[in-house]
């Protein structure tokens, strides 16, 4: 568990130091995504919601029937709990189209579901690469953080989460939460 915890940190350290240094430098991004991404920040939590949605559906285009319906597909097992079968999908579409950051999105996810950490932390920050706004990689990573003891780190990367999106659902409570553990308080 050790070796473990010490690759996880060193995966983690290069992470953070990623995102922070050169989350400005990316903008790659349509200019439908920038729109959207510009309103998202003023947007009421309504409103935010709503853009919200539009930001995955636009990040969920792969540009290839063939990618989407294995999307569709690893989705679909990730609902049925399938999570080796979510993760063979989600791998031929990465191995067939290794730029298309919402695959690596959706096998992280799966690679959490199914309790494999570093994995999950190794495709995000793939998707972070390729995506740096990616708020919902973000959130994922904090979570992790969170789960693996390592609250200081969580309450950053929630915090660059929420600098994209203000309104993003769990990431405002777990802010909350975790600065008050780190005051030492009693919720």
């Known amino acids: ?41 003023t947007a009421d939590e309504g409103e935010a919601s709503r853009i919200e949605r539009e930001i995955w559906l636009e990040w969920s285009k792969s540009g290839s029937p063939a990618e989407d319906l294995l999307l569709q597909r690893g989705k679909d097992a990730m609902d049925l709990g399938d999570y080796p079968a979510a993760i063979e999908h989600f791998t031929a579409i990465i191995d067939h189209d290794p730029d298309f950051a919402e695959a690596w999105n959706a096998r992280a996810t799966a690679y959490y579901m199914a309790g494999e950490f570093g994995p999950s932390v190794a495709d995000i920050a793939h998707v972070l690469s ?12 904090a979570l992790i953080l969170e789960e693996s003891g390592k609250p ?35 919720l």
Not at 154 to 167: G, T
Request: proline fraction near 2%.
């Open 1 to 41: 568990m050790g070796r473990e915890a010490a690759i996880l940190n060193r995966i983690v350290a290069a992470l953070l130091s990623l995102f922070l240094t050169c989350a400005g430098a990316w903008a790659e991004d349509t200019a439908k995504l920038d729109g959207l991404f510009e309103r998202l920040k």
């Open 130 to 141: 390729l995506n740096p706004r990616h708020f919902g990689a973000l959130s994922g990573l």
């Open 152 to 186: 200081e780190k969580a309450l950053e990367v929630y915090k660059a989460a929420l600098a994209i999106h203000p309104h993003l659902q769990g990431a405002v409570e777990a802010v909350e939460r975790l600065e008050t553990e780190a005051e030492g308080q009693e």
